[in-house]
């Protein structure tokens, strides 16, 4: 880890140790050994173990709130904006692979260790989705749908395919299984013609 500087060393130790034990589970000894810093080190540049579970949460999903508002500006049509969509949370996904189960344990329980900054940025997210469908509408490109549907599918299909895949490796009908690439563009097209109202080149 040499050059990294120590706050970005701290965090994805953290984001490590929170993905494989969750908040209960994780401890700030292993977090500081992984980061190969201190205890004390932790707490002067981010905080307790609450502090230090907010930013490892916000450095990812405010990213991918920011990354998803700079590439649904840039789609001319509904439908490009939806692909774009798609496009941003898969890469998201693979530049943070240790979020996928960090956000599932959360779901699992409640979101009892989400912060309040945090379902702000997932507001936004989801906010974001749901202007785009908006408008798909009003041109009469889409069809209306609960924008927090399309977000579940697509979101939760590429969260699940990272988490389950230690499951996915021990069922014989699954020995030949698409790739995450192929997944991606095997959910783009569902996705994209199940909300296409007509053919649109």
Do not use: C
């Amino acid at each position: 880890m040499k050059g990294v500087d120590t706050v970005t060393r701290i965090l994805n130790a953290a984001t490590e140790e929170f993905a494989r034990n969750g908040y209960g589970g994780a401890r700030m000894a292993e977090i500081a050994r992984r980061a190969g810093v201190n205890k004390a080190s932790i707490y002067y540049h981010i905080g307790d173990k609450k502090g230090l579970y907010e930013a490892v949460l916000k450095r990812a999903i405010h990213r991918t709130a920011d990354e998803l508002k700079k590439n649904l500006s840039e789609g001319a049509t509904s439908l490009e904006k939806i692909k774009a969509y798609v496009e941003t949370m898969d890469l998201m996904m693979k530049e943070n692979p240790y979020m996928p189960p960090i956000v599932i344990r959360e779901l699992a329980t409640g979101g009892n260790h989400l912060p309040e900054e945090i379902v702000e940025d997932i507001s936004l997210i989801i906010g974001q989705l749901t202007k785009v469908i908006r408008e798909g509408v009003e041109q009469g490109e889409l069809y209306e749908t609960h924008p927090l549907l399309v977000h579940i599918m697509v979101a939760g299909t590429f969260a699940l395919w990272r988490v389950a895949q230690p499951i996915f490796d021990k069922l014989r009908v699954l020995r030949e299984r698409p790739s995450q690439e192929e997944i991606k563009n095997q959910v783009k097209t569902l996705i994209t013609k199940g909300l296409l109202r007509r053919e649109v080149p």
